[in-house]
């Protein structure tokens, strides 16, 4: 690497500023918060305890159970009416208790109770980690026979709103948490003490990172990468050992690297993004005419041609994407999916309204906010899919293409322009007669049946993914593993965990893998060391700082000829395997005996 490099990023006022940005002073980061569930918990106890020395009463109790009300999904759970009720009283007499022990040495994350309304709510709590075995059943039991007349108002705390093994729980994601944290922000200003509000503006900060990434410093990140590849790699590599070698060097590249070394972290991590380049291969694949789109690196947009009527309606807001009132464009969710929105922009108001109302001829529904003169933006369409890897150019177009194609968004384009060009809309579905090949029949079966091997499996939906050429899941042993470890350094397939099984579909034959992740150099050396001294067999390779991927187990299995029961029980077969169970049960007992006690 030459010196001359690092003088040009040193100089680079890009890179000055987003080194500011990425290295900002927060506490709680400094205490290595973002990823144990146990201080996310202590957390919300102190914000959940109106009588906590935060000055804010029962305002976060009161914001969260209004929120459980305000979550679709938990409207036909049976205590919904009863959640509504509890807030027509004070909560001021509320208790918050932390690891309540259960009858079956179990412990609930958080429990309220309020003895005046004979009320109480449970509160499990999963940031990384996924539940485990009748866990929410053996929590609600144990509350219900120790308070027999209290209501109880079970909570299923995830990152995303995942849906509960019992339908007794309401859900409840992180995104509301930050939300109402944003909301005492904003509002309680001038009464709270200057330490309070700096500590829940640091906790604010560390949930907006994760839900709400930050799109400028992104932007800057990938032009900083894009223009420094070569020195950002041969950087990043180097900082990589920094933690576990005690490592002294003079010279300006030394220095240089223990100065930046949050930065270029941050621009390897996310500089790498390829989601415009796909985009591009998907706009040449898709349309032979002229189409008008924008490679944006995070959320790549387009206008489908056939939307070419509504030039006829002005625009209020010029400068709308790319200048029509109607956009499409792709980006990647929360939930590592890649989703596809379809929005009606600020077109002038006659021409806007007449435009939702056609729409809700053909079955569409819009709140009656996006009908009033103010309105400006209006999401009609979302549609999401699954993705694998995010570093594979060539699944990305693919699904991009998936859902520029799929049934639902055909018919979509199809109504919008018959309603642009004054034609009847299509209310039936589009049924589009396809040519499979046998090939593809067998991936279609492939893939139904490995999701019904989940659900016998009761692996939820966001813990599986499934793509045309590979299948990928995550066992709960996999989040514990994550909680303490962290995520991997770079972006490795959908979860960035420790761990991940994942198969390739071949034309008659499934490669099955359980491997290792690129996490931090360190944590991964001990994990290594811990593996082998269990007798689980890795490479010499992988025992070293430099190594990123260990394959600890791999099969491949025949389903050549096979129907739906066979490839069953090919998925069984692989899964069951005697070697692979012990290596399971050897990484359990590595969880329990080291990796537990990581802080």
Avoid: C
Wanted: no cysteine.
């Amino acid at each position: 690497m030459d010196i001359r490099d690092l003088f040009e990023l040193e100089n680079d006022a890009t890179f000055q500023q987003l080194n500011q940005q990425v290295n900002s002073f927060n506490t709680l980061k400094i205490l290595k918060l973002e990823n144990h569930e146990i201080r996310h918990s202590n957390i919300l106890a102190w914000l959940l305890n109106p009588k906590e020395n935060h000055s804010l009463q029962d305002y976060y109790l009161r914001k969260m159970i209004e929120h459980l009300i305000l979550i679709d999904e938990n409207i036909n759970n049976p205590q919904y009416d009863k959640v509504s009720e509890i807030l027509n009283h004070s909560l001021m007499d509320s208790h918050v208790y932390r690891e309540v022990k259960t009858d079956k040495n179990r412990f609930v994350d958080l429990v309220i109770v309020n003895q005046n309304l004979k009320s109480i709510f449970i509160i499990e709590n999963k940031f990384y980690s996924t539940e485990s075995e009748n866990q929410l059943d053996d929590y609600l039991n144990f509350i219900q026979h120790t308070f027999e007349d209290f209501t109880i108002i079970p909570i299923y705390l995830t990152l995303d709103g995942e849906e509960p093994s019992n339908k007794q729980y309401f859900m409840l994601s992180y995104e509301r948490i930050e939300s109402i944290l944003q909301t005492i922000l904003l509002l309680y200003k001038d009464q709270l003490s200057d330490k309070i509000y700096k500590f829940i503006e640091d906790y604010n900060q560390i949930l907006k990172e994760k839900f709400y990434p930050n799109q400028d410093q992104i932007l800057q990140a990938i032009h900083i990468y894009r223009n420094n590849k070569p020195a950002i790699d041969a950087l990043f590599e180097e900082t990589s050992m920094f933690k576990k070698q005690l490592k002294y060097e003079s010279g300006y590249q030394f220095e240089f690297m223990m100065k930046y070394k949050n930065t270029i972290n941050y621009i390897f991590k996310h500089g790498q993004n390829i989601l415009s380049y796909s985009f591009e291969q998907f706009i040449h694949q898709q349309f032979d005419e002229e189409v008008l789109y924008n490679a944006h690196p995070t959320s790549p947009n387009l206008f489908p041609p056939e939307w070419n009527p509504i030039g006829d309606i002005h625009l209020r807001e010029p400068n709308y994407w790319l200048g029509k009132g109607l956009i499409v464009w792709f980006e990647r969710a929360n939930d590592s999916r890649l989703r596809l929105i379809a929005e009606i922009g600020p077109m002038e108001y006659a021409g806007r309204i007449w435009l939702l109302e056609q729409l809700e001829k053909v079955g569409f529904s819009f709140k009656e906010n996006s009908k009033l003169e103010k309105a400006r933006y209006t999401r009609f369409f979302s549609q999401k899919i699954d993705v694998n890897k995010w570093n594979d150019m060539v699944e990305l177009r693919q699904a991009m293409a998936d859902l520029y194609n799929s049934s639902e968004f055909v018919l979509l384009r199809k109504q919008v322009a018959a309603i642009l060009n004054n034609e009847n809309p299509l209310k039936e579905e589009i049924t589009k007669s396809i040519e499979t090949s046998p090939l593809d029949g067998m991936k279609i079966q492939v893939q139904n049946t490995f999701k019904n091997w989940m659900e016998s499996k009761n692996i939820p939906e966001n813990h599986y993914r499934v793509t045309s050429r590979n299948l990928s899941f995550k066992i709960p042993l996999f989040d514990a593993f994550k909680e303490k470890l962290g995520e991997t350094r770079e972006k490795w397939w959908w979860d960035n965990g420790p761990f991940l099984f994942w198969m390739n579909i071949n034309p008659d034959s499934l490669y099955f893998t359980l491997e290792i992740g690129p996490i931090e150099a360190d944590k991964r050396l001990l994990l290594m060391e811990n593996i082998k001294e269990k007798g689980i067999k890795v490479s010499k390779k992988g025992l070293t700082l430099e190594a990123k991927y260990n394959r600890i187990h791999s099969e491949t299995i025949s389903i050549e000829g096979s129907n739906e029961s066979g490839i069953m029980n090919a998925f069984d077969a692989l899964y069951e395997n005697k070697n692979l169970q012990e290596i399971i049960e050897k990484l359990q007992m590595i969880y329990d005996e080291t990796i537990s006690k990581v802080e």
